[in-house]
């Protein structure tokens, strides 16, 4: 009887993870598109970039975080008007950047 209980609270348990990580999987969001502007926090640690979908026309506002592509925003090697390939998250609205490049690279 015990074996049956476990099989059964284990099948759940791999149910919620696999309902779970598709709702994660979800929310990640690729695009390619024009930086419209960037406007960096004033402790340096983040900036807020907005880009204009090249397919679609629409901005979005990505929050950017990690150092490499900030080192980038601030040498001017990612400016506005360069087409970028991204990759964020858009879970709770927040659009965390997961990969920030160059279309042509960089």
Same mark, same amino acid.
């Given at each position: ?14 149910? !919620?993870?696999?309902?779970?990580? !598709? ?16 406007k ?19 901005e ?45 690279g960089?």
């Open positions: 009887m015990r074996t049956l209980s476990k099989l059964t609270a284990s099948a759940a348990v791999a149910l !919620s993870v696999l309902a779970f990580s !598709s709702v994660a999987l979800a929310a990640d969001v690729k695009m390619v598109g024009e930086v419209a502007s960037i960096p926090a004033a402790d340096g640690k983040s900036a807020a970039v907005t880009l204009t979908n090249t397919k679609g026309g629409g979005v506002t990505v929050n950017v975080t990690d150092k490499a592509t900030l080192d980038k925003f601030a040498d001017k090697r990612i400016g506005t008007g360069d087409e970028i390939r991204l990759t964020y998250d858009n879970a709770g609205g927040k659009n965390l950047s997961k990969s920030f490049k160059k279309a042509a960089c």
